[in-house]
């Protein structure tokens, strides 16, 4: 016998799927429970009063849900925007930004349990790039550089004269290039170096060109992929790279 419990919790859209007709599964995270998929019965019909509008890459929602244990696909009572964004739907840097960010969390953002310093750092991060207005460029790479402290693979800032290599596997630099591939040239591990000491109040003052963001940004996808033990393959990444590139 499962019991089914009414949980009302925030939540952030990570990813939507078609499903059948007029229905769709949402995948969001949220701040009760971790990740969860929601079943949608006619939501993209005419006359739904659930508009899958709400449901874009990165929207906050408030929701209240049936929760069924074990049950793979959870049904929601009621959604609903908890904070509306001004301006990232409107500006194609900031949505486009968001679409990587929210396929990158739907890629490695696993667990089906409450971690609610990630919530909180995500749902304020997400905030905070609304209202940015210098810096947003850099946005991505701050956001990722810092999630690593809650996902445990923190890189070490032991850059030095001597530690000129940042090494991806070891998540430390080092004084000479290691045996394996996985490192940052010395340019662009003392980028890194300053990357890792950025936040989202001073982004603006990280000046880098477009072939330095692409390559640290591949660089940190990377980092992910060895500290997951999987490739983190992200689809948008070439949008946003092209985007920044012209």
């Not at 995500?122 to 947003?136: N, Q």
Request: aromatic residues 12%; glycine residues 4%; neutral net charge.
């Amino acid at each position: 016998f499962q019991t089914t419990m009414i949980q009302k919790t925030r939540a952030v859209v990570l990813h939507t799927l078609k499903y059948g007709d007029t229905g769709l599964v949402v995948t969001i995270y949220t701040e009760s429970s971790g990740r969860m998929a929601l079943l949608l019965q006619g939501t993209r019909s005419k006359k739904s009063p659930r508009k899958a509008n709400l449901l874009q890459p990165l929207f906050l929602i408030d929701c209240e849900i049936e929760h069924k244990a074990g049950r793979e696909l959870q049904r929601a009572k009621e959604l609903k925007i908890a904070e509306p964004y001004i301006t990232i739907p409107f500006d194609i840097i900031k949505s486009t930004e968001a679409i990587f960010i929210a396929e990158v969390l739907y890629k490695i953002l696993k667990e089906e349990e409450a971690h609610p310093e990630l919530f909180t750092y995500v749902y304020h991060s997400l905030r905070f790039l609304d209202l940015m207005t210098e810096g947003i460029t850099n946005f991505h790479l701050v956001f990722l550089v810092q999630l690593t402290r809650f996902l445990g693979f923190s890189p070490e800032n032991n850059h030095s004269e001597t530690n000129l290599f940042f090494d991806l596997v070891a998540g430390t630099f080092v004084g000479k290039s290691p045996l394996h591939r996985y490192f940052m040239d010395s340019h662009t591990s003392a980028l890194f170096s300053q990357l890792i000491k950025i936040n989202f109040n001073n982004c603006n003052q990280y000046l880098i060109n477009s072939k330095e963001r692409k390559d640290l940004l591949n660089l940190i996808i990377e980092y992910y992929s060895l500290h997951f033990g999987t490739t983190v393959k992200i689809n948008s990444l070439e949008v946003l790279q092209e985007l920044f590139a012209n």
